[in-house]
């Protein structure tokens, strides 16, 4: 099977249509609740039911992001398009649906670089 490399350099992430400057990184990972279903008799699941997903990541940001603060604060929902790029021809969207920044940490590193890391969340995650 192939493997697609996309490009960091090339990719775009955006915040209802505004780009977020300074990006370091874009994380997430897609959680499943889940549940075994056990067999009377044994030690073995006969089943699994499969309850809540949500999405959640983070966004790293070299200095800060005012519009991610302002949607902290006011508790604001948005929209994260990440836009990834291999080249002009392999192209994969990432559209992140009903978001809300839930936590940021801030760091100030010793060679004067600040790094502001938004977490957030997503009802879903659809890719393109």
Known sequence: MATTVF????????????????LQSLAFRVVTEQEDVRAVGTDERVAVVFGLRTVQGELAVRS??????????????????????????????????????????????????????YSFTATRLREE
């Open 7 to 22: 490009s960091s350099n090339s990719s775009s992430v955006q915040v209802d249509g505004d780009a977020v400057s300074g």
């Open 64 to 117: 800060a992001n005012y519009k991610l603060d302002g949607l902290l604060k006011d508790q604001g929902k948005f929209q994260l398009v990440a836009n990834l790029k291999q080249d002009d021809t392999v192209k994969r969207t990432l559209s992140f649906d009903e978001c809300y920044v839930s936590n940021k940490d801030f760091s100030l590193g010793a060679g004067g670089s600040v790094l502001t890391t």
